[in-house]
């Protein structure tokens, strides 16, 4: 399993930027995709999920009518769309996939840095 993000950068308070999480190594559209984030001296946090078909998403109430997760089957790949971006918003993106059968585990791509500063 290989989860490779992109898309990351620095931009001001209020501006956008569309994360990209590109996976291999597994039936991507059988798995619901998730994620995260980590910022400095912080725990990390589900940021939005979304069910393998794509019908589900759910968000944190910090990011909810703010931040958009999507995702393309067909190219693997999944999406996060941040919108009226906020410095608190500032950490470490991570993509994240539980993967296997009756037995779980989780796998993490090497993460993607968001900076929101003027």
């Known amino acids: 399993v290989q989860l490779v993000e992109s898309g990351g950068g620095l931009v001001q308070p209020g501006g956008s930027l569309r994360l990209s999480c590109a996976a291999s190594?597994?039936?991507?559209?059988?798995?619901?995709m998730s994620w995260y984030r980590q910022a400095p001296g912080k725990g990390r946090e589900l940021v939005a999920s979304i069910t393998s078909a794509g019908a589900g998403t759910n968000y944190a109430d910090s990011v909810k009518g703010r931040f958009t997760i999507s995702r393309d089957n067909a190219k693997n790949t999944a999406f996060l769309q941040m919108n009226s971006l906020k410095p608190g918003d500032t950490a470490v993106y991570y993509c994240h996939v539980k993967v296997g059968g009756f037995i779980l585990y989780n796998y993490w791509g090497q993460g993607t840095q968001v900076t929101v500063s003027s």
């Open positions: 190594g597994f039936t991507f559209g059988n798995y619901a």
